[in-house]
C-alpha cells in the first residue's frame, strides 16, 4: 500500500534585516517618546514620585524586622516621602518669594546698571542693536519676566503636587507587594528582580551623592556671598543646592542670578569676584570631583550624562533636567540590560559591568 505523501513543511517565516529592525525601533520610540511628551503633566509628577519612593523605600526594611506591621513600615516610607517633597516645597517658595522682592527693591540700581552697560558696549564699537540686546538682560521688566515665567513653572508644579502626594501612597504600598515577588513567582523572576534592584540603588546612590556634594557647594558658596556683601545669600545657596542636580550644566545655571546681582549691587569687581568663587569651588568639586563618585554611583558617561539633561527637558520639561539621570538608567535598565547582544552599547553607555561580563 502506498503510503500518502507528507505534509508540506512551512517555510519560515523570512527573518527582518538588521536595519529594518533598528529602523522599527527608532520609529517605536518616537512614538512612545511623542506620548511621554503630550503627557509630561502627568508623567512628571509620576516619574518624581517613584524616585522619591525609591530613596525612602529602604526606611521599612528595618522595621520590618523589628517586627512592625507592613501597613505601618509602609505609612512611614509616605511620611518620609512627604517630609522630603515639603522640605523642598518650602525651599523654593522661599527663594521664590525673596527673588521676586529682589527684583522689586533693586528696580532703580538695575536700570542704572543697564544704562552704563549700553554705554560701555558703544563705546568698544558695537552696533545699538547689539548693545541693546545686552543691556535688555538686565533690564527690570525682563527680570520681572523671568520672575514670572519663574512663578509660573512653579505654579505648575505645584498644581501637580496632588498627583505626587497621591502617586508616592500607591507606590510605597506597592513596593511592599513587590517585595514579595521572589517568593511568589521563585528563580525564574530573580533576573528582573536583580536589574530592578540594581536601578533602585543606582538612583539612591546618585541623589545621596549629589545632595551631599550639593550641599557643600551650597553652604560654601552662600558664606562666600555673604563675606562679599551680595544681597540675599540664602536664596542663591538654595538655587546652588537645586542646580546641582542638574549634570554638568547646573554650575551655570546657578552662577549667573548672583553674578548679575553682583553687578548690580558693586559693579565689575564684584561680579568677578563671584564668578572667581563660583569657578574654584563649583569647577572643583562639582566638575572635578563629584563626577567620579557620580560615575561610580551609576556608571554613566559623561557625554550620555550631559546629552540626558537636554534629551528629558525637551520630553518632559523642567522636571527633566532634574531627574534626567534616573529616566535614562531606567532606560538602559528595560532596553539594553535584558539583551545579551547588547552588552556594548551598555559598555558604552559607560556600564563597566557589561565590560567585566563579558
Known amino acids: 500500500m502506498k503510503k500518502p505523501p507528507a505534509p508540506p513543511v512551512p517555510s519560515a517565516a523570512p527573518a527582518l534585516s538588521p536595519t529594518l529592525r533598528v529602523l522599527i525601533g527608532l520609529a517605536a520610540a ?26 525612602c523605600h529602604p526606611v521599612r526594611h528595618p522595621l520590618e524586622r523589628r517586627g512592625w506591621p507592613r501597613w505601618l513600615a509602609t505609612t512611614t516610607v509616605i511620611v518620609v516621602a512627604y517630609l522630603i517633597l515639603g522640605f523642598l ?23 542704572g546698571t543697564a544704562q552704563a552697560v549700553v554705554a560701555w558696549l558703544g563705546s568698544v564699537g558695537l552696533d545699538d542693536q547689539a548693545a ?9 521688566s525682563t527680570i520681572a ?30 513596593g511592599s507587594r513587590y517585595a514579595r515577588a521572589e517568593s511568589s513567582f521563585g528563580a525564574a523572576a530573580r533576573t528582573s528582580i536583580r536589574r530592578v534592584q540594581s536601578f533602585n540603588t543606582g538612583v539612591r546612590r546618585y ?3 549629589n545632595a551631599s556634594f550639593g550641599a557643600v557647594v551650597a553652604i560654601i558658596d552662600g558664606l562666600a556671598l555673604w563675606a562679599l556683601g551680595v544681597p540675599a545669600p540664602a ?15 547646573g554650575f551655570v545655571i546657578g552662577l549667573i542670578p548672583p553674578a548679575l546681582l553682583a553687578l548690580v549691587v558693586g559693579g565689575w569687581p564684584l561680579m568677578l569676584a563671584v564668578i572667581a568663587i563660583y569657578c574654584v569651588v563649583n569647577v572643583t568639586l562639582q566638575v572635578l570631583v563629584q563626577p567620579k563618585f557620580v560615575s561610580d ?15 528629558w527637558t525637551f520630553i518632559i520639561g523642567p522636571l527633566g533636567a532634574i531627574l534626567s539621570i534616573p529616566l535614562t538608567l531606567l532606560v538602559r535598565a528595560l532596553v539594553l540590560e535584558g539583551d545579551p547582544d547588547a552588552r556594548w552599547l551598555r559598555w558604552l553607555s559607560g556600564d563597566t559591568v557589561s565590560a567585566r561580563d563579558g
Open 89 to 111: 516645597a518650602l525651599l523654593l517658595f522661599f527663594a521664590g518669594t525673596q527673588f521676586v522682592r529682589l527684583v522689586a527693591d533693586y528696580a532703580d540700581e538695575l536700570q
Open 297 to 311: 554611583a551609576v556608571s554613566l558617561s559623561l557625554t550620555l550624562s550631559f546629552f540626558s539633561v537636554i534629551f
Open 207 to 209: 541623589y545621596i551623592v
Open 145 to 174: 519676566g523671568f520672575a514670572a515665567s519663574l512663578g509660573g513653572t512653579v505654579l505648575t508644579v505645584l498644581t501637580a503636587f496632588f498627583f505626587v502626594l497621591a502617586y508616592v501612597i500607591f507606590m510605597a504600598a506597592d
Open 30 to 55: 518616537v512614538i512612545a517618546l511623542a506620548g511621554l511628551s503630550l503627557g509630561r503633566e502627568l508623567v512628571g509628577p509620576l516619574a518624581l514620585a517613584a524616585v522619591i519612593v525609591i530613596i
Open 132 to 140: 541693546d540686546a545686552a543691556a535688555s538682560v538686565l533690564q527690570p
Open 235 to 249: 536664596v542663591w545657596a538654595i538655587l546652588a543646592f537645586v542646580t546641582n542636580f542638574i549634570p554638568n550644566i
